[in-house]
């Protein structure tokens, strides 16, 4: 059974500050892997999806890595905003629905 | 592309009650729909797996008599919570897949039940 874990579980940092934020999984045939984002009480937006067969994929100051192998994937995000304060969800897609770790709480201090 | 809808996004009842909760693809067809439940600062749980014009697959430990998914066409799925309980207050999501394209899932924007 796919388990998915995020680390670390909350984050406070000054903004400016460049930061990554680390997912694990432990079944590596995956078909991709996603990171979400979520605000206090919000739906998901997504953010980035890398298919198995990728090694990162960017938007703006988001890049995301996947090491299908390692089952290790970071979520890199660049000059961090006080916006930027929020859940981020990693999950991943395989042969059942997406499997979802239990988020990194992000807070980004003005 | 790709909109799913979810509604109502909030909504509260008396303990005893029936809630529906709606999840529409707006702009493709859903073949699969999928019900998470995600409780206060935790992750996202899948709930049950419904595919159109049949009975739903429910995660172990999700009562199917309190949780009743119907899956009626290719662009609704509703979700009953039956004699609602204060236990059943969270966050419920669902989400659908493009037919014929079976890893990507797109997320309703969810609804928040409580439970009084």
């Known amino acids: 059974k796919q388990e998915v874990t995020q680390i670390p579980a909350a984050l406070s940092v000054p903004e400016g500050e460049n930061l990554v934020l680390n997912c694990s999984f432990t079944d590596s045939a995956i078909y991709n892997l996603q990171w979400f984002r979520q605000d206090p009480g919000k739906g998901l937006t997504s953010l980035l999806l890398?298919?198995?067969?990728?090694r990162e994929q960017t938007s703006g100051r988001l890049n995301a890595s996947l090491d299908k192998s390692s089952g290790r994937s970071t979520l890199y995000i660049a000059a961090s905003q006080p916006g930027d304060s929020a859940t981020y969800l990693c999950a991943v897609a395989g042969n059942t629905p997406l499997v979802f770790g239990k988020g990194t709480r992000l807070s980004v201090i003005a | 592309g790709a909109v799913v809808s979810q509604h109502p996004s909030w909504v509260i009842c008396k303990s005893g009650t029936s809630v529906k909760i709606e999840c529409r693809s707006l702009?493709?067809?859903?073949?699969?729909m999928f019900w998470y439940r995600q409780f206060p600062k935790q992750s996202l749980m899948l709930m049950a797996t419904?595919?159109?014009?049949?009975?739903?697959?429910?995660e172990q430990g999700v009562e199917k008599d309190k949780f009743l998914i119907n899956h009626a066409s290719l662009t609704l799925s509703t979700l009953t919570v039956t004699s609602a309980h204060p236990e059943d207050s969270s966050f419920y999501i669902c989400s659908a897949r493009v037919a014929g394209v079976w890893n990507i899932q797109y997320f309703g924007a969810g609804t928040r039940l409580s439970v009084l």
């Open positions: 890398i298919q198995s067969s990728q």
């Open positions: 419904s595919n159109e014009g049949s009975k739903a697959t429910y």
């Open positions: 702009d493709f067809q859903a073949t699969t």
